[in-house]
C-alpha cells in the first residue's frame, strides 16, 4: 500500500523543495532589521532591496518555464538548487548595502524555472482529479517555509550574527540538490513505481498534443489565463509584502525583539500550511462530488481572497497579539487561493502540454506584483511613519482579485478525447 502511494511521496518533495525556496526568500526578511542598522540604511532603500529578487525572478519566468517544457525535470530543479545555493553563500560574504543587491538577483535567477517545475512534476505525477490537493501541498511548502525559516534564522541572526541565516540557508539548498538528483524520477521511468500506481496515475492523463511546442497564442488569446494572471497579481502583491515586511512590521509597529518577531511571524504561516491543504481538498472533494471544474476551483480561489481581507483587522489591531490573528487568517487566504491558481492553470493547459510554459506566463506577469509589493510598502512605510497605510492597500488589492477570479473566469476547461473527465 505505501508503494501504491508513491506519487505522494514525489507531490511532498516538492512541497519540501518549496519551503527551502521560501526559507531563501525570507532569510534576508529576518535579517533586514540588523542589517538596516549595521549598513545605516532605511526602510525605502530595504524595501528596492528586498524587491530585487523578484526583478530576475519575473524577468526569467516566461523562458523558465518554456525550459521546463523541453528539459528533464531531474537535472533542472537540480541545477536550480544549487544556484539557491551559491547565491545564499555569497550574501554571507559582502559587507555593504549595495553588494546585497547581485546575490538576489543571482537567487531571482535560480529560482525562475521552480515554480513552472513544481506544477510541471505535479501534472507528470498526479491524475486530474487529485490536482488540487498536489497543488495545495506544493503551495503549502510556501507557509512551511515562511513558518519554520524565521524563528530559525531569527535564532542564527540573534546569537550569530545576520551571516548565519544565509550560510544555514546555503547549506540547505545544497543537500537539497543532492538528494533530489540522485532520488527523482518520471513517472513513466521509475522502477519503483508500482504498475497499478502508474496506471492509475496515466488513465486521468490528458494525452499531450503538441510536446510542448503549441503557440504561444493558445495562452496569451485564452481570457482565463488572463483573468487567473490579474487575480495572480494582487495576490502575490499581499504576499510579498508578508514575506518582506512582516518581520520588520512586528518589530517597527508592535515592538517586538528580532528573535521575537521571528517567532511570531512563524504563528501565521503555520496556521496557514494546514489550511493551505484542506483548500485543495475541499476544491478536488466538491470536483468528485459533480461540481464543474471552474466553480470548484473558483470556489477556493474567491474564497481565499475574501479571507485575505482580514489584514484589514491586523492594520486596526489593538495588540500584537491580535494583530497576528488577523494575519492568521489573511495568510491562510493567501495560501489557499495560491493553491487554487496553479490547479487551474493545469485544467486549462494540461491538454497542450503546456503546463509550464503556462506557468511561467502567469508566473511572470504576476509577480510584477511581487515587485511593486515591498518597493510600494517601504515606501509608504517610510512617507507616513507607520505600516497602517500599507496593510490598507494590500487589503484593496486583496478585494480586486477576488473580483477577477469571481467575474473573470468564465471556461470550463475542455477534456480532450480519450481522457478521463
Known sequence: MLRYRRRWIVATFVLVVTAIAYVDRVNLSVA????????GTNAAVMGVLLSSFT??????????????????????YALAL??????????????????????????????????????????????????????SMFISGVALGSAVGPPGLAALVSGYGWQAAFVASGVLSLLAALIWYAWYRHPLEDTRLTAEERELIMRDQEPPAQQGRAP??????HRDIWAITGGYFCLLYILYT???????????????????????????????FVAGILGGRISDAALRRGVSTLNARKIVLVGGMVAALAILGTALASSAWLAILFLAISTSGIIVANGAVWAATQDLMRALDLAGSATGFVN???NVGGIIGPIATGALAYATGSFLVPLGVAA??????????????????????????
Open 32 to 39: 533586514a532589521p540588523v542589517i538596516t542598522k549595521e549598513f
Open 55 to 76: 526583478w530576475t525572478y519575473t524577468l526569467l519566468n516566461l523562458p523558465a518555464g518554456m525550459l521546463v517544457d523541453r528539459m528533464r525535470i531531474r537535472v533542472l
Open 82 to 135: 544549487l544556484v539557491w545555493s551559491v547565491s545564499s553563500f555569497l550574501t554571507a560574504l559582502v559587507t555593504s548595502i549595495g553588494a546585497l543587491f547581485g546575490p538576489r538577483l543571482l537567487l531571482g535567477v535560480g529560482e525562475a524555472p521552480f515554480a513552472p517545475a513544481a506544477i510541471r512534476t505535479l501534472a507528470d505525477w498526479l491524475p486530474k482529479s487529485e490536482r488540487a490537493t498536489g497543488s
Open 216 to 221: 504561444w497564442s493558445a495562452i496569451v488569446r
Open 242 to 272: 508578508f514575506i518582506t515586511w512582516l518581520p520588520s512590521y512586528l518589530v517597527e509597529d508592535r515592538g517586538l525583539t528580532v528573535l521575537g518577531s521571528g517567532v511570531a511571524t512563524s504563528i501565521p504561516w503555520a496556521v496557514a
Open 364 to 366: 511572470a506577469l504576476g
Open 396 to 421: 484593496g488589492l486583496a478585494l480586486l482579485g477576488a473580483i477577477a477570479w469571481g467575474v473573470g473566469m468564465r471556461s470550463e476547461p475542455k477534456v480532450p478525447a480519450g481522457a478521463a473527465a
